[in-house]
């Protein structure tokens, strides 16, 4: 606001100016200033609206890709994973494929509860994390397959 309240003074006091014989030049001046002005708020305002939308989308990005218990990758996020290592074993390329199941999980959020299972799915999760790279090797992609089941 300052920048506006300076530009629209600013023709009034300056001699050259006000020495002229009508005062069209400053009007001129001040409207000028004031289209600046409105365009360089018009800019900043539309870059602030972006930078918020980019952030949303990457933060709905996450949400899909996600999974929210573990923060490990959900299936959506495996799949172009598994479709590469597809591809590279058509092509008679060397790759791997690891499945983990937890045994017996039902019994554990049957006899403990929910909370507690979901202890352990987070526990089992950082445990992959901790195990799963080697030095010099690329990372391997890590992921939730399966999802809670509400069947009652």
Not at 80 to 93: E, I, S, T, Y
């Amino acid at each position: 606001m300052s920048y506006l309240s300076f530009s629209l003074l600013l023709p009034w006091l300056l001699p050259a100016t006000c020495a002229a014989s009508s005062a069209p030049g400053p009007v001129r001046v001040q409207l000028n200033a004031v289209m600046v002005f409105l365009l360089v708020w018009g800019l900043s305002w539309f870059r602030a609206q972006y930078a918020t939308q980019a952030q949303t989308q990457e933060l709905l990005r996450q949400m899909a890709f996600t999974d929210a218990l573990t923060g490990l990758p959900n299936r959506h996020a495996v799949y172009p994973a598994v479709d590469a290592l597809l591809r590279d074993a058509a092509q008679g390329q060397a790759g791997s494929l690891f499945l983990v199941d937890l045994d017996h999980f039902k019994r554990i959020n049957d006899r403990y509860g929910h909370g507690v299972g979901d202890e352990v799915l987070v526990a089992a999760g950082q445990v992959l994390r901790n195990c799963a790279s080697e030095a010099g090797a690329p990372p391997p992609t890590l992921g939730r397959w399966g999802e809670r089941n509400l069947s009652w």
